[in-house]
């Protein structure tokens, strides 16, 4: 399957609205990790939703959407930036049973869960938006944030199956009123409520977006493809391990004879010696260490 995000806008209308199907990028992230089914689809939703909300913001960045709390499902947190690169990873109570698949979302997360989507730009002011995770679906969360940060009218649909996810998003634009069809915006939610689950994960962009508004005049832009991509590295790694401190690392090398960092998105593992760390700390270049 090949991953991407279809953008398009009804003509002469102030709303704009977004598809995204994934298959592959989800299968890079839940392969590395093996989350109970019900953990693996919300993950996959927030892989879906992430897409759409990264190509809703005009910026050189990453966008990410984590929410958290002290229930069963601790964590989840999804990374995607402006090059339609995104990432993923959750975190599970090790107490976790099967018939907690049955949770409601809230029951998942626990009391006082959070819905926090940070947007970092290369260039400008780190900005960080969170409301409670109060919804019944995750999509449900995302359109209230979106009305309580943004007040922006948004409607997001989200779906996810085995290894695939898919979304779709409507949005009036920031700065229009509702231009001469004031009935634009509630038609057009009443005619997206009708997709199936089915349609958003395996329909082609054109076919479904025929289906579900073939009575209005539909924009279609040049689709963008959507990966899967890990930004860690070795440099990375070497710039944390520095900020521990000398006496610090020595003091790891000295009881396990060897410093081992493994990426929680990715599973990526970095090994570092004692010569590597000792390269390190002097400033040196490190040859020696293996990346596994």
Request: aromatic share 6%; with cysteine; net charge negative.
């Amino acid at each position: 399957m090949t991953d991407f995000i279809q953008r398009f806008h009804f003509s002469d209308s102030p709303v704009r609205g977004e598809l995204v199907q994934l298959g592959t990028s989800v299968e890079e992230v839940l392969d590395r990790h093996a989350y109970p089914e019900r953990v693996a689809r919300l993950l996959a939703e927030a892989m879906a939703a992430s897409v759409l909300l990264t190509t809703t913001l005009k910026f050189q960045g990453s966008l990410t959407l984590q929410a958290r709390g002290d229930g069963p499902l601790q964590t989840l947190m999804v990374e995607c930036n402006h090059r339609r690169e995104v990432r993923g990873i959750a975190s599970v109570a090790d107490d976790w049973t099967e018939d907690m698949a049955e949770l409601s979302l809230a029951q998942l997360f626990g009391a006082d869960a959070q819905l926090a989507i940070t947007i970092d730009p290369e260039e400008g002011q780190r900005y960080q938006g969170i409301v409670p995770l109060d919804g019944s679906t995750l999509a449900q969360c995302l359109e209230h944030y979106f009305m309580q940060s943004e007040q922006l009218p948004t409607r997001i649909w989200l779906a996810s199956h085995d290894e695939s996810a898919a979304g779709l998003l409507l949005q009036v634009l920031p700065g229009h009123d509702r231009g001469e069809d004031a009935d634009i915006w509630p038609r057009l939610c009443q005619l997206s409520e009708t997709v199936t689950d089915d349609e958003l994960l395996a329909l082609p962009a054109s076919q479904l977006l025929y289906r579900l508004y073939h009575e209005e005049t539909v924009e279609l832009y040049e689709s963008e493809s959507v990966s899967f991509h890990c930004s860690c590295s070795r440099e990375r790694t070497e710039r944390v391990l520095l900020s521990l401190g000398a006496d610090e690392l020595r003091g790891i090398i000295a009881d396990q004879g060897a410093i081992e960092v493994a990426c929680q998105f990715c599973n990526q593992e970095y090994r570092f010696d004692p010569i590597d760390v000792e390269q390190l700390l002097r400033g040196g270049a490190v040859v020696t260490g293996q990346l596994h």
